[in-house]
């Protein structure tokens, strides 16, 4: 792995930990809000929202949207503008669905 992958893959990995840990932190056990976590990974909470309890998928979909979009956003720019709009999507979806 050269200089270059391995910072992009840090990067990755620590945005995505960081975001977990805001996210974690703003739900606060079930009394803080849920906004942030439904901006973020829309995509976890619609899993959730479906299946009515934390799942396997809730967490495979937790942990890997950021990487996934790091992965686009620094080998192929335009599907990455497309999966931008896409998220926009699902989180309005997200919100709408309640």
């Known amino acids: 792995m050269n200089t270059k992958k391995a ?12 975001l977990i840990l805001i996210c974690v932190a703003s739900v606060g056990a079930g ?8 901006i973020v990974f829309p995509y976890a909470m619609i899993c959730l929202d479906y299946f009515e309890k934390i799942n396997f998928i809730f967490y495979t979909l937790l942990l890997i949207q950021i990487p996934f979009y790091g992965i ?27």
């Open 72 to 98: 686009l956003y620094f080998k192929k720019r335009n599907i990455f503008k497309f999966i931008l709009a896409l998220h926009f999507l699902a989180v309005i979806f997200v919100f709408y669905m309640k």
């Open 7 to 18: 910072i992009e893959f840090i990067i990755i990995f620590i945005l995505n930990l960081f």
């Open 31 to 38: 009394h803080g809000t849920k906004v942030i976590i439904n």
